[in-house]
Nanobody, 117 residues
Framework: QVQLVESGGGLVQAGGSLRLSCAASGIRFSIDRMAWYRQSPGKQRELVAAITTGNMTNYADSVNGRFTISSDNAKDTVYLQMNSLKPEDTALYYC???????????WGQGTQVTVSS
């Protein structure tokens, strides 16, 4: 059974940093893409950052230049380094892994990030 466990969330002041981690277990297939999403109350879940097995990355415009996604494929783990945090970054952050074919994706339970002004 595939499980994703996120960690590293918390409360931080504006301008501070946090590092999120997501460790996947029970993986018996090749992961094609790992990503972080976030969701704030009353808003839709949005993509924050993604990385493919070829180390191609993409970021939401709102975090580009402040956040960095990386992965350790040997450990099936993905990280999100968040710097220069802003109150608008406050959200529940979810880890997501994707297999392209046959298509399947998995989600973590989320880790809360709160940025105070």
């Amino acid at each position: 059974q595939v499980q994703l466990v996120e960690s590293g969330g918390g409360l931080v002041q504006a301008g501070g940093s946090l590092r999120l981690s997501c460790a996947a277990s029970g993986i018996r297939f090749s992961i094609d893409r790992m990503a972080w999403y976030r969701q704030s109350p009353g808003k839709q879940r949005e993509l924050v950052a993604a990385i493919t097995t070829g180390n191609m990355t993409n970021y939401a415009d709102s975090v580009n230049g402040r956040f960095t996604i990386s992965s350790d494929n040997a450990k099936d783990t993905v990280y999100l380094q968040m710097n220069s945090l802003k109150p608008e970054d406050t959200a529940l952050y979810y880890c997501n892994i994707v297999r392209f074919f046959p298509p399947r994706d998995y989600w973590g339970q989320g880790t809360q990030v709160t940025v105070s002004s």
